[in-house]
């Protein structure tokens, strides 16, 4: 059973303080520039042995006698991270349970993405399924079938009865048309958002665990938006950008989707004339001095997670510090999961680091 699938009475009060001393705990222990800098020096191998002797001791030991190399690192990770998020939902009460829970759909999210990328590039059923972080709410059967799926008709068809089967089946006859997954994938984000955004109102003042919830998740949207018009802008597709915007953002309206149109300066300058330019004047340097569509996107990762992080000290019992959390523990397996492939294919050091996002 995938833990977003507890039930908790959402009735009762919330514990945020109790929780966040605990995440608190939980992120002084993510790895550090240090650390990585170690990982990349060495060989799969190494790199398990290195995680064997932090906190992945226990998903290293009970899986090497099943896996080895990059596939042992890969199955830890994800392993690894189901289980603190696991925690969260076992420590958590209330009303901020409930939230922690559907944050944490964004597996599902990201696992139907992965089923429907792995089917239409021809990957097999394990090769996509070692990419799966079973840590949402979809069951084990649900994700054996879109695994499993024949075609990604199959996988939309599966998902009949979920957040994700309207907006999937709206956007099908789209991807057949075009043959590009942007439709898709897109549909798959914003039936997560929407599900997530149900039941806040736009400006509302909260105190206590939901104070400054709203602004997390419309800095993730408008960040997301962000990306997706450069992706867009950059596939040389004929798509508006404004078409594939994620409702509940405030950065990204059309006409600054129109006046950024695949420009980085321009778009470098509207986040740094925005709310979150006093907080992101490092990281938006990183975002001019990127070269390439990759970079790009991982500085504005590392932007996203600098903001994130300066919320999550702004009101210390908010459940902003649970989801600054989850943003930056997934950013850790990310990074260690690319360095081993890394590893794996032959790239040099400096590649590697290329691939890495680290504040």
Known sequence: MSPTSTTRDSTGSSNPEFVNARVRSR???LFD????????????GGIARFMEESEYETEINALASRHDGVDLIEYALNRNL????????????????????????????????????????GASPDEIRVDLIQAGALDDATLDRIVEADSIEEIVETLEG?????????????????????????AVDRAFYSDLLAGVEKGQQREGPTALYEEFLVAEIDF????????????????????????????FGADE???????????????????????????????????????????????LLEYTDHLSHVYPVSITAVMSYVL????????????????????????????LVIL
């Open 328 to 355: 930056a523990k997934t950013r850790e397996v990310e990074n260690i999961r690319a360095i081993a492939r890394g590893k794996e294919v032959g790239l040099d050091q400096q590649q590697i680091e290329d691939e």
């Open 82 to 121: 189901a289980k603190h998020f696991d925690d969260l939902l076992r420590w958590a009460e209330g009303e901020l349970h409930e939230l922690i829970a559907k944050f944490l759909r964004r597996y599902d999210a990201w696992n139907v993405k992965t089923a429907i990328r792995g089917v239409y590039s």
């Open 257 to 303: 989707l129109r006046a950024v149109g695949g420009d980085l300066d321009q778009l470098v300058e509207l986040l740094r004339e925005s709310d979150y330019g006093d907080q992101l004047s490092t990281a938006l340097d990183g975002l001019r001095d990127a070269d390439s569509l990759i970079q790009f996107e991982h500085a504005l990762d590392a932007a």
């Open 27 to 29: 992120r002084a222990a």
């Open 162 to 186: 979920t957040i994700f089967g309207e907006p999937l089946e709206a956007a099908y006859d789209e991807f057949e048309s075009r043959d590009v997954l942007v439709p898709l994938e897109n």
């Open 224 to 251: 997301l938006n962000a990306r997706n018009a450069l992706r867009v802008a950059r596939s040389g597709a004929n798509i508006d950008p404004e078409e594939y915007a994620i409702e509940g953002g405030e950065l």
């Open 33 to 44: 520039d240090e650390d990585y800098r170690k990982l990349v020096r060495m060989g799969p």
